[in-house]
């Protein structure tokens, strides 16, 4: 995945969590992600993305 895929709305998962992502920082290359369970942002650097496209929050189930 490259830095230029990301977009806001899209759902990603990290290895500090999986969630919404409300805001790019493009001059740093940090992603700020919204956990969907209880609304709390939290940020991550591109580097700790995890590149899973079946990347679900825990609400989701897999098919």
């Known amino acids: ?31 700020y992600i919204a956990n969907t369970t209880d609304n709390n942002s939290f940020e991550v650097d591109f580097d700790e993305i995890i590149e899973d496209p079946q990347a679900h929050n825990r609400e989701d189930t897999y098919y």
């Open 1 to 31: 995945m490259e830095f230029n895929d990301i977009h806001i709305g899209m759902k990603c998962g990290s290895v500090k969590g999986s969630g919404t992502v409300t805001w790019i920082d493009g001059s740093t290359k940090t992603i």
